[in-house]
């Protein structure tokens, strides 16, 4: 089992995210008394009585203003059986290009709903998108329980309001996630109380109707893979970063390409193709400064040391030749556009995949998702602001790209604006959006 | 290549654990801005984070000599080791080290000391000013998350605009591993390879891969006094006031930082084992326990960051 778990929260707003976030942290014992004095201190300062968690997160002056979040941030907790990089990112849908970035990374997503509130329309959306990144495992939190059945003559009432309402959330959210592809192993739902600690760090006594594991235990025991990639289908994909020449008198001749390993994994030995140019050439060595590795896989950086003198530079991708990828100079794409200004047919932009970024113009426009619906519409004029939609996209240098679906670093992209340069989309090669409108991924 | 070698390959590749993802990751980053940049720099202040971050560089272009050089903004209130060490690290490595000193922006009348004798604040203008005039366009520093709330919200690759500020609202998305560092002339990125450490990695990856650091990090005995619950070393910053005794004591850093605001911890911890229990132990956060900087007000260090400060 892999010692880390890279996870992100979402939701809408006011569904209690940062409390619920604080509370993982107070209750992990990752806050310290100093940063537990400032909480309590401003907490008094706005007239409340019990210290607000949600400031343990929500730092920024705006934030506190407006008691929202507006920014990812990222949080590190630990319990002995593992360590913890948590995205918090914010509800507003103004900032769903956050719980993009924040997702993009994360082997788990903690979606927060309203128990009160039910499966909304941010809910959807947000699924959708993390249907669409490939979001390993979900967890959907089903929050502020203990405000349900308050006007309940009985305790015994009350629980029985609460299991009804949780069941009824659990039901919708469950089909919902069928029907965006996951299946039921890899979807818990939870009730919780962020504010009262209930089910997160252990089992509440409130909840005789839910028998499963706290939201922590959950944490701690979820399996995951530790590359993040999504699958193992696909073979060694080694995007080059940087050629190491030293020049040295120690090492005159010393010619090495750097880069961390996106999928698969190399030996020296290992017959390779290099993309786009198709030459083959063996490995030589796997060079480290800590020595030579005898194999390595995914996710470390290491210099490969070819057996012969290619012509080799940035961006290339060295790959296993049996399964490597066709570079494409004109492919179909599914995006989330982020940028402020919408996206038309015949936009040309920046496109960055693996390590290289070369010039892309955007062909057509042919389908725009519809979060509510689950579906698509053909052939919009334009994609806005959180739109997801599918695009034909050309480069002027091919990429060496696997589908998104087999693996989430080589079927990644990004779109920039060339002026700016900004980030306008998160893209995903191939098909992905059909696949999350039938539900087979 | 079948699906069994891939699976077998897998099996037995337990070493690489969270730090080993970490360093990967650091690299990484080093790499990429390697490639896309015309001309890094590396922020260098002698402390144990961006002593890590240069033993991350150094290794992420090894055997070639490091790309870049180092900037340090020394505010003229630095403990004498922490000089010494960073000049024993340059020469060691055969570095190059710009200085900015904001001693030199007093002197001509640049910058004015503050009524209470802070000197960090006053590294913005120095340092923004050496970033202008060596027209650097990447700025690696040792900055962690855990470290501040308003740190939490960093981007790995955090744009700056002309003046050197932070809009925490206009951040980027980051996603993926896709790093994206496009910038107007003028403007440059700050990048953070340390982004996902904590301190507790820190001090492992220390111990792990025996990094020497300035000898303050480790227990001394050390003529200090109290102020504000925090031991303070004697220096030019001034000290100690009237009622604040000079005693000698066993005592250690947890961060680097001025001389004036940064304070030293009682401690026995003599080695990076005793220290690694130690932080693991404790029930402070290095900044709250050490650092007056960051007690100013609650938004402290997002006031300063917008201005252009780390």
């Known amino acids: 089992m892999s010692d880390l778990l890279r996870l992100a929260t979402a939701g809408s707003v006011d569904d209690g995210k940062s409390t619920l976030v604080g509370r993982l942290l107070y209750d992990t014992k990752s806050v310290l008394a100093d940063q537990i004095d400032a909480v309590t201190r401003a907490s008094v300062?706005?007239?409340?009585?019990?210290?607000?968690?949600?400031?343990?997160?929500?730092?920024?002056?705006?934030?506190?203003?407006?008691?929202?979040?507006?920014?990812?941030?990222?949080?590190?907790?630990?319990?002995?059986?593992?360590?913890?990089?948590?995205?918090?990112?914010?509800?507003?849908?103004?900032?769903?290009?956050?719980?993009?970035?924040?997702?993009?990374?994360?082997?788990?997503?903690?979606?927060?709903?309203?128990?009160?509130?039910?499966?909304?329309?941010?809910?959807?959306?947000?699924?959708a998108v993390l249907a669409l990144l490939g979001v390993p495992k979900l967890v959907l939190a089903v929050n502020k329980v203990d405000l349900i059945g308050g006007d309940e003559p009985s305790e015994q009432a009350q629980q029985a309001a609460a299991a009804k309402v949780f069941a009824e959330i659990s039901a919708e959210f469950s089909h919902l996630t069928r029907t965006?592809?996951?299946?039921?192993?890899?979807?818990?739902?939870?009730?919780?109380?962020?504010?009262?600690?209930d089910n997160?760090?252990?089992?509440?006594?409130?909840?005789?109707?839910?028998?499963?594991?706290?939201?922590?235990?959950h944490l701690e025991s979820v399996p995951?893979?530790?590359?993040?990639?999504?699958?193992?289908?696909?073979?060694?994909?080694?995007?080059?970063?940087?050629?190491?020449?030293?020049?040295?008198?120690?090492?005159?001749?010393?010619?090495?390409?750097?880069?961390?390993?996106?999928?698969?994994?190399?030996?020296?030995?290992?017959?390779?193709?290099?993309?786009p140019s198709g030459i083959r050439t063996t490995i030589e060595r796997i060079d480290t400064p800590d020595g030579e590795l005898a194999v390595a896989q995914a996710g470390r950086s290491v210099t490969l040391v070819l057996a012969d003198d290619v012509d080799i530079s940035r961006g290339d991708t060295i790959a296993s030749p049996g399964d490597a990828p066709e570079p494409l100079d004109t492919f179909d794409a599914t995006v989330c556009w982020l940028g402020d200004k919408p996206l038309h047919p015949g936009a040309r932009l920046l496109l960055k995949h693996g390590t290289r970024t070369t010039q892309a113009i955007v062909g057509a426009l042919t389908e725009r998702f519809d979060e509510q619906r689950l579906a698509a519409e053909p052939n919009p004029d334009s994609?806005?602001?959180?739109?997801?939609?599918?695009?034909?996209?050309?480069?002027?240098?091919?990429?060496?790209?696997?589908?998104?679906?087999?693996?989430?670093?080589?079927?990644?992209?990004?779109?920039?604006?060339?002026?700016?340069?900004?980030?306008?989309?998160a893209g995903l090669v191939g098909d992905v959006l059909t696949a999350v409108e039938v539900g087979t991924t | 290549m079948t699906e069994a070698t891939i699976t077998e390959r897998s099996v037995g590749l337990s070493d690489f654990d969270t730090l080993a993802a970490l360093e990967s990751e650091a690299i990484h980053?080093?790499?990429?801005?390697?490639?896309?940049?015309?001309?890094?720099?590396?922020?260098?202040?002698?402390?144990?984070?961006?002593?890590?971050?240069?033993?991350?560089?150094?290794?992420?272009?090894?055997?070639?000599?490091?790309?870049?050089a180092l900037l340090h903004v020394d505010t003229g209130h630095n403990l004498p080791e922490v000089l010494d060490f960073r000049d024993r690290v340059v020469e060691k490595y055969g570095l190059r080290l710009h200085v900015a000193s904001v001693e030199d922006y007093l002197g001509d009348g640049r910058l004015t000391e503050r009524p209470d004798g802070i000197r960090n604040p006053l590294q913005t203008v120095p340092l923004l000013d050496s970033i202008g005039a060596n027209r650097f366009d990447a700025v690696f520093g040792g900055g962690r998350r855990d470290e501040e709330r308003s740190r939490a919200k960093e981007r790995i690759f955090s744009l700056r605009n002309a003046f050197g500020q932070w809009d925490p609202k206009r951040q980027r998305p980051e996603l993926w591993n896709l790093y994206n560092g496009r910038h107007?002339?003028?403007?440059?990125?700050?990048?953070?390879?340390?982004?996902?450490?904590?301190?507790?990695?820190?001090?492992?990856?220390?111990?792990r891969e025996n990094v020497e650091l300035a000898t303050i990090y480790y227990a001394h005995q050390r003529p200090v006094y109290q102020r504000d619950g925090m031991w303070m070393t004697p220096g030019v910053w001034g000290g100690?006031?009237?009622?604040?005794?000079?005693?000698?004591?066993?005592?250690?850093?947890?961060?680097?930082?001025?001389?004036?605001?940064?304070?030293?911890?009682?401690?026995?911890?003599?080695?990076?084992?005793?220290?690694?229990?130690?932080?693991?132990?404790?029930?402070?956060?290095?900044?709250?326990?050490?650092?007056?900087?960051?007690?100013?007000?609650?938004?402290?260090?997002?006031?300063?960051?917008?201005?252009?400060?780390?």
């Open chain 1, 383 to 425: 994609l806005a602001l959180n739109d997801i939609g599918r695009i034909s996209v050309r480069v002027a240098e091919p990429i060496a790209a696997d589908d998104y679906r087999a693996n989430r670093h080589t079927g990644s992209f990004l779109l920039i604006d060339p002026a700016g340069g900004n980030t306008l989309a």
């Open chain 2, 184 to 207: 107007a002339p003028g403007e440059h990125v700050r990048v953070f390879p340390l982004s996902n450490w904590t301190e507790l990695d820190i001090w492992r990856y220390i111990a």
């Open chain 1, 45 to 127: 300062d706005k007239g409340l009585s019990t210290p607000d968690l949600s400031l343990l997160v929500d730092g920024l002056r705006a934030e506190r203003e407006q008691g929202i979040t507006i920014d990812v941030a990222y949080r590190y907790f630990a319990t002995p059986r593992r360590s913890f990089v948590l995205a918090d990112t914010p509800g507003h849908v103004q900032y769903t290009r956050n719980t993009v970035s924040g997702a993009s990374t994360a082997q788990l997503v903690i979606l927060l709903v309203d128990a009160r509130k039910g499966v909304i329309e941010q809910t959807r959306r947000h699924a």
């Open chain 2, 29 to 68: 980053i080093f790499r990429e801005v390697a490639g896309e940049f015309e001309r890094p720099v590396i922020l260098f202040s002698g402390g144990k984070d961006s002593t890590v971050l240069l033993h991350l560089a150094l290794k992420a272009f090894w055997p070639a000599p490091l790309p870049f």
């Open chain 1, 180 to 197: 965006l592809g996951w299946s039921d192993e890899d979807v818990l739902e939870i009730p919780v109380s962020a504010l009262r600690g």
């Open chain 1, 224 to 275: 995951v893979d530790a590359d993040n990639s999504g699958t193992h289908a696909v073979g060694l994909r080694f995007p080059v970063q940087y050629v190491i020449r030293p020049r040295t008198p120690e090492y005159p001749d010393y010619r090495g390409y750097a880069g961390q390993i996106a999928a698969g994994s190399v030996a020296p030995g290992d017959e390779v193709v290099v993309l």
């Open chain 2, 240 to 310: 100690p006031r009237d009622g604040e005794v000079l005693e000698t004591r066993s005592v250690r850093y947890r961060t680097v930082g001025d001389g004036s605001t940064t304070g030293a911890i009682l401690s026995d911890a003599a080695d990076n084992e005793a220290i690694l229990a130690e932080v693991a132990a404790s029930r402070l956060t290095e900044r709250g326990a050490t650092r007056g900087d960051d007690r100013v007000s609650e938004a402290a260090m997002e006031d300063r960051k917008r201005e252009g400060y780390f």
């Open chain 1, 200 to 217: 997160i760090a252990t089992r509440s006594d409130k909840t005789p109707y839910y028998s499963g594991p706290s939201l922590i235990e």
